[in-house]
């Protein structure tokens, strides 16, 4: 393996696979951009043995539409990250190269898109609810999965949610809210997402959202190579680690290790419009 100096040890391998639904591998790491197929290799010895990959601009989107192409364990999500869309000079045709993506049958989701507060202030805020409602659009029209990036906005992504009418499936990124909002969200369908964040000492409302989800709504992802769960916070993410995190929920509901990955398997698979195949493994 060629992994740079300051990566983590790999946990030991899940009992059965999972899927990593939302990570961006093409994000340099560390300074230092992993080949894909060693990322892939490196998730697939431990049981994660499908990812979904997510553009957050027009490059990015290609990037995963691309990958997805070439590695068939690999699906895409393209979109326009809310901040993004904030920044952009070329909104309209921006949106418009994402819908013309949208329709590879590499892609399975629009996303992420959604409304950022945190790093946008109340100039960009317009744009984003722009570029939200778009993606809403953009995913019934080519029945993908929408996934949302909501961050101190969980009011306004629901309102929007309801004004545009909520997609077939929808998959709340790195879910970051409490419990109360994880059931407006579980009301209108969507699946949760959960990243490294929920193994965060000071995320009790994280764990309390995970507490009132239904087994059949949990997704788990890394977000890598951000948000990298203990006990590795603060080193980079990759999916190889998501073991963790899985470990860590099913401590948190008190179910058997197994029965979670399958179920997080199979939530993926309905959460992503079915399917696709699984990489195996071939570390030395």
Known sequence: MTFTEGWPDAPAALPSPVVDNHCHLDHPAGGSLIPLSEALDRAAAVGVTRIVQVGCDLESSRWAVAAATAEPSIVAAVAMHPNDAARSQTLDADLAQIDELAADPHVRAVGETGLDYFRTGQDGR????????????????????????????????????????????????CFSGDAPFARECLARGAYLSFAGTVTFKNAENLREALAVTPLDRILVETDA??????????????????PNTVRFIAEQLNVELKSLCEAIDQNTDRAFGGRWPTRVASVS
Request: aromatic share 4%.
């Open 126 to 173: 317009p744009a984003q609810e722009v570029s939200f409602r778009a993606h809403i659009q953009i995913a019934k029209r080519h029945d993908r999965t929408l996934v949302i990036h909501d961050r101190d906005a969980h009011a306004d992504v629901l309102r929007v949610l309801d004004d545009e009418g909520v997609p077939d499936r929808v998959v709340m990124h």
């Open 225 to 242: 190579p951000f948000l990298t769960p203990m006990p590795d916070r603060g080193k980079p993410n990759a999916s190889f680690l998501i």
